[in-house]
């Protein structure tokens, strides 16, 4: 019995190799997350996976830890993480990216790969800062979103009034959807943020060209 729990602890790797490689991975891991809140977190609405980059970095680098220095014990801790269901979709397409370079910055540190990890973010790195400006058309401010919603009715008299008044104040303003739901019409729009820009003078003038008719509106 002393015999066979003496050797569970004698694995290939010591123990400081396996700390340095879980702490290289931690640090690949919060890089991850700050990317992801720099260029994604702020401006969609996700299933938010960035909450497990933290503790799921140093996880996949333990498994594949595991898996190199015992491959029966690894395999059965692979069969264990096979009954976890997450029931949340990622629920936009770039999440899967941010998982797919988690994952892989997570193997890069169990292998001792380092140098094949700093190459892999910085490229993640400049691929998010041109997309970022390509999409915000150069604009440093970023793009922001302006929801109107209405009834039918209100529609039918405003919609020319208020798509003229919008295009004259907001920059880069483009309809990105339209839905009809009990006789509401909601109105997405996207526009070139702004510096010291005026909303309460923009809603009110909003409201004014409504007159009596009501509108709800919501920026961010």
Known sequence: MFSELTELFQAPLSIWEAIIR??????????????YQIFYGSKHIGAGVNRTF??????????FLIIQTSIPLGLG????????RFRTPVKDPSEIGFLLVLIATSIGAATGNLFA????LTLIFLILLIQHKVTNRGNFLGRGHLIIAMDKQSFSILDKKVNEYLSSRLKGLTLE??????NRVSLNYQYKK?????????TGELNKIAGQEKLEIFIS
Do not use: K
């Open 54 to 63: 933290l503790l799921g970095g140093p996880a996949i680098t333990m498994i």
């Open 22 to 35: 879980v702490g290289i991975s931690v640090m690949a891991s919060t890089i991850v997350y700050i990317l």
């Open 194 to 202: 702004q510096s010291n820009f005026d909303w309460v003078s923009f």
């Open 117 to 120: 990890i700093i190459i892999l």
């Open 77 to 84: 801790l692979l069969g264990a993480l096979s009954f976890v």
């Open 177 to 182: 959807t339209m839905s009809t739901i009990d």
